[in-house]
């Protein structure tokens, strides 16, 4: 194996916690653009507005990302003045915002510092970019070279988040131990692939023993304790195992390995086709695709515990509640088998047995509902 470079995320959490972007960012630059979704901009403004008051940070301006992460709004935002002239970027929002800006931080090879303003999944520190099609298809993954350079996660803006994408935050880290556990099976692990291992198995405790509380005090915008637990377990337990889990050398296929994410994630994709699961956020989506999995894998108990837990936080557990068919399984299962987790799965994965899982897991679910 060829030499490489190990970057693992670092955060400051709090609810005060964005009056430490001066110390942070102080070896970087002075001049910063903010990037991100609307909705997110407006609420984390005024808190790095006052994080940075009397520093020698210059906030440059405060710019949409464009709505999708997908090639268009990448170029936009790589060709903007601002974006050029800035020393650093800062990135704000969610999964698609914080993608967009970490792959624009790539391409132009400038500082990138995250601040996820929901937990919703681990896009705020990890070394890996969902880009979609402009129909909002998923398209591929792009890779930067590092993870982000800091992320800052202000719980007090994560408890004022809606509580939908907190709920779907939830279902997306749900996936981590079972899909990172079931890829490194029979793989020859080493260093890196068996420490992302060790911590995808802590991943999972704090969701089913604490959610359901953190849900609650996320429905009353309380920063309390069990929601800064749940917000950490879904941006950077999971991000860590993320970055941990991918290696991939552009120029050497067998110089690679993707134990990240695997057959949860590939109901996701392949759902990205079905117009009626648009309306479906992705970790409600992969929530369904956890059971699936273990349906496919054959791990009938953890099927049922998961199970039971979707139930009790009102998480998917049929393909119904997803916006499935059985129609539509054969276009899902064609999909899936073209993305990266399927070619790492192991035991030779067939289409065919993935759909039986998906409709093992919908007879258990509907079972469960009698």
Same mark, same amino acid.
């Given at each position: +194996? ?21 110390? /942070?960012?102080?070896?970087?630059? #002075? =001049? ?16 790095? !507005? ?28 790589? *060709? ?15 999964? %698609? ?8 931080? $790539? ?23 969902? /880009? ?25 803006? /994560?408890? =004022? ?23 490194? %099976? $029979? =793989?020859?692990?080493?260093? +890196? ?22 849900? &609650? ?10 929601? &800064? ?6 941006? +950077?337990?999971?991000?860590?195992? *993320? ?12 110089? %690679? ?15 990205? !086709? ?10 409600? /989506? ?25 139930? *009790?936080?009102? !998480? ?8 499935? #068919? ?21 035991? +030779? ?6 759909? =039986? ?14």
């Amino acid at each position: +194996m060829s030499s490489y470079n190990v970057y693992l995320p670092s955060y400051s959490v709090g609810e005060d916690c964005y009056k430490d972007i001066p110390y /942070i960012t102080r070896k970087y630059g #002075t =001049k910063a653009v903010v990037i991100g979704g609307k909705t997110a901009i407006e609420k984390a403004k005024t808190a790095i !507005l006052s994080g940075t008051q009397d520093s020698n940070i210059e906030i440059l301006d405060f710019l949409w990302y464009g709505g999708n992460s997908n090639i268009k709004n990448v170029e936009k935002l790589k *060709s903007n003045p601002l974006v050029q002239a800035a020393d650093m970027l800062f990135g704000v929002g969610g999964g %698609r915002a914080c993608d967009t800006v970490k792959t624009v931080a $790539d391409m132009l090879d400038k500082p990138i510092f995250t601040f996820p303003t929901l937990a919703s999944n681990c896009a705020g520190c990890t070394a890996l970019c969902v /880009i979609y099609n402009e129909d909002g298809s998923f398209k591929e993954y792009y890779y930067p070279k590092h993870p982000p350079y800091h992320t800052f996660i202000n719980t007090q803006i /994560i408890a =004022k988040a809606p509580y939908d994408m907190f709920w779907a935050g939830i279902g997306d880290a749900l996936s981590k131990e079972y899909e990172v556990s079931f890829a490194c %099976r $029979d =793989k020859n692990l080493y260093h +890196m692939p068996l420490l992302g291992l060790g911590i995808a198995k802590t991943c999972t405790s704090p969701l089913i023993d604490l959610g359901k509380k953190a849900l &609650e005090d996320c429905k009353n915008k309380k920063a309390s304790f069990e929601l &800064e637990q749940v917000a950490l377990d879904i941006i +950077m337990l999971t991000g860590i195992v *993320s970055n941990c889990e991918t290696h991939i050398n552009q120029s050497d296929p067998k110089d %690679r390995y993707y134990y990240n994410s695997s057959l949860a994630h590939c109901v996701y994709y392949g759902s990205s !086709l079905i117009p009626e699961c648009e309306k479906h956020l992705h970790g409600e /989506i992969v929530a369904f695709g956890v059971l699936c999995l273990l349906a496919y894998d054959n791990q009938l108990d953890e099927m049922n515990k998961i199970l039971a837990f979707n139930k *009790s936080v009102g !998480l998917p557990v049929t393909m119904e509640e997803i916006g499935l #068919t059985e129609n539509a399984l054969p276009i899902v299962a064609k999909k899936a088998a073209s993305v990266i987790e399927w070619q790492y799965a192991p035991g +030779m994965p067939t289409e065919e047995k993935f759909i =039986k899982a998906i409709k093992a897991a919908d007879r258990a679910g509907k079972a469960s509902m009698q």
